[in-house]
């Protein structure tokens, strides 16, 4: 899927001098290591731990331990007469997420959905008459490279299998289809009933006209609606307009999954995203 995404505004001059004290806290190679020697660990390490395993005094390693805890990457407790640090489990998503807004991938902070929505766009529940107009765009986003691993398109009645009731939706400008979006069910273990994998895809012809948002807004207000506690889904990391767009409605950076699969011999890494209901 391919959206233009609408140029972001310059980024709050607070959250930039926060962000960059963030980034100056790991300019050094040995803090660094350091913070890998805390995340990497089982409960922490004290500071004669780390002063040990990475081969420097005892000054130099309260002098990193301080800069990294000024900018809440570790936590500085006592535990008798040692000095215990530990990771900041936030920043594992807090320092993605950083990265995210400075790249112009998400905003500082996390909106519920698209606000933005064009009048000339109409989201419905996906009918049996859509299934030509939707496979055709699934279609047309795996001819681009970048939207999907399948090869090709699966059977209407394949789809219609796999995504949920109440959760399949498509978008019309002047009565035509021209991009659906569908939650899957990622597990049937009835612990992961709230949770689902989403797909969206828009036609090329009419890309960049606010029907990604539209579509977005539906997927996870209706998401929320019926009690969907999670949304996920990976894209690659190629399509920063599909990032911009799920950012835009509200999900989240987890993670990169480096070389995950292949499309004609090549490998791919994507990113995987996510969002809680609001």
């Not at 050094?28 to 040990?52: F, K």
């Not at 809440?72 to 993605?96: D, I, M, Q, W, Y």
């Not at 500082?108 to 299934?131: E, G, H, I, M, S």
């Not at 001819?143 to 394949?158: C, H, K, L, R």
Request: aromatic share 6%; charged share 20%.
């Amino acid at each position: 899927m391919t959206i233009l995404a609408a140029p972001a505004s310059l980024l709050p001059a607070d959250a930039a001098t926060d962000y960059a004290e963030c980034f100056a806290a790991l300019s050094d190679p040995t803090r660094v290591r350091l913070l890998h020697a805390v995340a990497t660990s089982n409960g922490g390490l004290t500071v004669g731990e780390l002063t040990e395993l990475l081969g420097i005094s005892q000054s130099t390693c309260s002098h990193h331990v301080r800069k990294l805890a000024a900018t809440r990457f570790v936590h500085v407790s006592k535990v008798g007469t040692s000095t215990r640090v530990t990771v900041n489990e936030a920043c594992c998503t807090g320092l993605p997420h950083m990265a995210d807004v400075v790249m112009g991938m998400a905003g500082a902070t996390r909106p519920c959905c698209p606000d933005d929505v064009p009048a000339d766009v109409t989201v419905r529940a996906l009918d049996d008459a859509d299934w030509p107009a939707v496979r055709r765009i699934y279609r047309e986003g795996i001819d681009t490279g970048i939207a999907t691993f399948e090869t090709s398109v699966p059977p209407a009645a394949q789809l219609a299998a796999r995504w949920l009731p109440g959760h399949r939706w498509v978008a019309e400008i002047d009565g035509a289809v021209v991009g659906w979006t569908a939650v899957a069910p990622i597990s049937t273990r009835d612990c992961y009933r709230g949770v689902g994998e989403t797909s969206v895809y828009v036609s090329p012809d009419h890309r960049g006209r606010g029907v990604g948002k539209a579509l977005l807004r539906k997927q996870v207000t209706a998401a929320d609606a019926d009690g969907l506690w999670t949304l996920q889904t990976a894209v690659f990391t190629e399509n920063r307009a599909s990032l911009s767009l799920h950012h835009q409605a509200g999900y989240r950076t987890v993670g990169i999954r480096e070389r995950i699969a292949q499309v004609d011999g090549v490998w791919h890494d994507t990113v995987l995203l996510e969002r809680r209901a609001s």
